[in-house]
């Protein structure tokens, strides 16, 4: 608890003068009534001279309905105000220190009262939780004396976190690209081997498995041939989000800015990818370095989820770390396995992510872009904006890059579409 | 998502309405032309409020408080011209503290405990103010009720400094 000096807020500025016109008025005319008003003013201007605002000695308690909820859930804060110390606080107003990540979806997190020593007030209200950690900026109290002419800003601190993990619940398979791993997965390859999918036939020889001898053509003609399918391999897959100061717009307040979109995309793509066996790492692209390896496994998910809601590099507000580009750059290159693919989120709201892109894949791991898309046509500026993201999307197509520009609707649906397009 | 709307209180523009009413009605009972004048600060009073402005308000508070004095000056019975400066300046009061309120806190936050308590001890100080000047002029009725009171308010000003 931090104490700072009491200030004059002027509230009873101006009484003084009512008196002494009061008073002036009176003494001319002789009215004892002016003189009553005098004293009036007086009496108030006593009042407002008497008494500093009173050393607020508060504690304070806060209590979370779940302290580790899922994104989206309604929780309901409680926060309960003792005055600890031995004087009266007459005017006491509290404005609780909501984290910035989060928002008050029901109620108000402030209050104004009385406190008497000993007693306590209690507010509560309802935040929408986000995706991360979170922690409870101090309450600031406000308190003033009775004639309200004085006044001292209190700060309180509690120490209250919620840890918020991103289900990752996996919406959709994320469609991959060739670039494969030598183990079996669900890929379809163009290598002729075993699978499901019909890729040619060839003359059959020693050794080939009977159910694959195409039968129906030994009947016609008498000749033996095989039938190969493309082989079904795994890939190794590489999130790689968009951190950069650059990343982080909204089209408004409330809406959730790029950033956020593209670590909860990039939570679902995990999950998807991972349960069809590909081998998934994550990566971020920003001034806070975050990578984890690709690999498989529950643990692995778990460390992901916890990564994606902790990890400074996706917070939901830019970090204050200078960026170095090239550095970042070249890390990335070698940590990065030759056989992976990267799935790279970001908003392209500049030039330079292009490059990156464009970069990464001609360095042989081959690229899907999904850009969630920040831009709005409100004003002239706005709409040249996006039409600037329109043709560096175009560029990236005609470059050879999966482009998914990922709009209002959901993930998957952006998705669908998106698959329909492309060939294989 | 719940915006913070920077309004003064509702509780505060009520309870500031209320006294500037008394005021403009204890003024216009025995002198109709000072009880315009209320009126008229009534009137600013409640734009000031509507509008959330210190400066008005207090513009509204003062030409309230103006109406009074001039009932006083034209000789009106002192109980009701003090009703009416008191509630004038407790109208005053309640807007201000309703403004700074609102913009701390805001329209929807409860702050109804703060305000009543700062409301009550300002009619309790005002209304002791009051009750001691009245007192005094009528116990000094007979003789000479102008000096008594006039020493009362030098008296008043002389411990005000002496406090401090």
Known sequence: MSYVDAVDTEHWAGIGALAFAAFALGLPFQRPSLFLVALVGVGFAAYARFGDAPAADLTVERELSESSPSPDAEVTVTVTVENAGSATIPDLRLIDGVPPGLSVSDGAARLGTALRPGKRATFSYTVTATRGSHEWEPLTAVVRNASGSRERVVEVDAGTTMRCLPTLEASSDLPLRGLTTPYSGRVATDVAGSGLEFHSTREYRRGDPLSRVDWNRYARSGELSTVSFREERAATVVLLVDSREAAYRAPDEDTPNAVERSVEAAGEAFSALLSTGDRVGIASYGPEACWLAPATGEQHRATARRLLADHPSFSVSPSEEPFYPSIALRRLRRRLPADAQIVLFSPATDDYIATVAERLNAYGHQLTLISPDPTTDDTATRRLARLERDTRLRRLRSHGIRVIDWGERPLAVELARATRRWSR | ?164
């Open chain 2, 1 to 164: 998502m719940s915006e913070i709307t920077r309004e003064p209180s509702r509780f505060g523009v009520a309870v500031a309405a209320g006294f500037a009413l008394l005021s403009v009605a204890a003024t216009a009972v025995v002198v109709p032309t000072g009880g315009a004048v209320s009126g008229l600060g009534l009137v600013v009073l409640l734009a000031g409020l509507a509008v959330a402005s210190r400066r008005l308000i207090t513009n509204g508070g003062g030409v309230l408080v103006l109406g009074a004095l001039y009932a006083g000056y034209t000789g009106a019975p002192p109980l009701l011209v003090l009703v009416g400066a008191l509630t004038g300046v407790l109208a005053w009061d309640a807007a201000s503290n309703a403004v700074s309120v609102g913009e701390q806190l805001g329209k929807e936050t409860d702050t109804m405990r703060g305000e009543i308590v700062h409301v009550v001890s300002s009619v309790l100080v005002g209304s002791l103010a009051v009750a001691a000047g009245y007192a005094v002029y009528l116990a000094a009725a007979g003789g000479q009720p102008i000096a008594s009171v006039f020493l009362l308010v030098v008296g008043a000003v002389a411990l005000v400094n002496a406090l401090r």
